[in-house]
């Protein structure tokens, strides 16, 4: 069967006559330009399984449910369009450069790009609202799948063979600052890039994120992507591994998220984990003075960055062990070999004073004088233990830079 597009965009001007469910055609040949531009009608359109060999126009048209299942074409314009009900393109075969052009759409329903879904070129959503799903199970998308600034209610599911890809420096899959009220579903998904694969910037899920990293070749990026509860398919030790070496740069706030998100939960351990792998991202890739990464490096190995204050105590340990050393193999302390250990530890700890009245340095030797020298620097060392197992124990050097 053909039909030429003239005769569908007169049927659809005159949808007041047709039946209450609408223009529907099956394997139909769309001979001549589809141009539904601006067409107001509130009845459904579907075009299950048909041929256009032009691209199909569907600026600013409006319609009750339009469902262009299995649809062959170049391409799809789609800027502006209404729909009430659903949008359905799965199985569609789109040849062009630029598959779908759908930028500021308003779906009632949910959109269907799946069950076979296939895109030579870009498919872009941006822009748009969608009050149901998106749903790309199954589809294929060859250069790209923009939905930046996408408002979608119930869920985004890029999953279950759903395989976005792209050349060039563009991410292959870009969500920058969408805003989905459900769940972001990427399991079981394929997102390929020479460079970025993923951009999920300033997106907000409102409830989980199903993210495993697995499915992403090439970087990936999280700054200011906020979710709900504990992110899904994939474990702590995999978002610690990903954030350093998957991203493109430091950023504070994926691992300010992840960690407020293992709080919730009561995960303390994996929180303090998390904070101590964000310090060393930091270090390695934040920007810090030469001096700012020296103390940042004195405070993560002393105490961990205040998450791991008993290292502090292991430090002060080595040092007591340092000053019992030499003070017995200098032989320059006159007392016994017990009186010897309590003046070693006298003089470096802080706190605990012993009764050493007896024992004397011979201040005349050099030995002597390197006792009494090496004494005051372990001493200096000792309180400075103390202080930072201190301070790290009540938190006061943490810092979430």
Known sequence: MEITGDEIRRRMIEHESLDPGGLKLVGATITGRLDLTDVVAKKPLV???????????????QFSLLDLSGLAAPMVEARGLAVDHHLRLSGARLSGAESIDALHMRIGGSVYLDEGFRAAG??????S???????CQGGRFEDGLNLVDL??????FLSHGCEVSR?????ALRMRGTRVDGQLILRAGRFVSHDVAVDL????VGRELFLPFESV????RLEGLTYEGLPRDATVDEWL???????PNYATQPWTQLAAAHAAAGHERDVRRIRVAQQRDLRRRGQLSRWGRVWHLIRGVTVGHGYRPGLALVWLAGVLAVSVGVVLTSGAVRCSAVEQIGYALNVATPLVKVDTARCTVDTATGAGQLVLASTWLLQVLAWAFATLFVAGFTGLVRRNA
Do not use: N
């Open 241 to 247: 591994s990903a954030l350093p070496l998957r991203t």
């Open 129 to 135: 609202r969608v009050a149901g799903v998106l749903a």
């Open 47 to 61: 075009l299950h399984d048909c041929t256009a060999e032009a691209p199909v126009l569907l600026g600013r048209a």
């Open 217 to 220: 070749e090439g970087l990936i």
């Open 122 to 127: 870009t498919v872009t959503l941006s822009g």
């Open 167 to 171: 050349g060039g420096s563009l991410a």
């Open 151 to 156: 408002h979608v209610g119930d869920g985004i």
């Open 201 to 204: 910037r300033h997106m907000s």
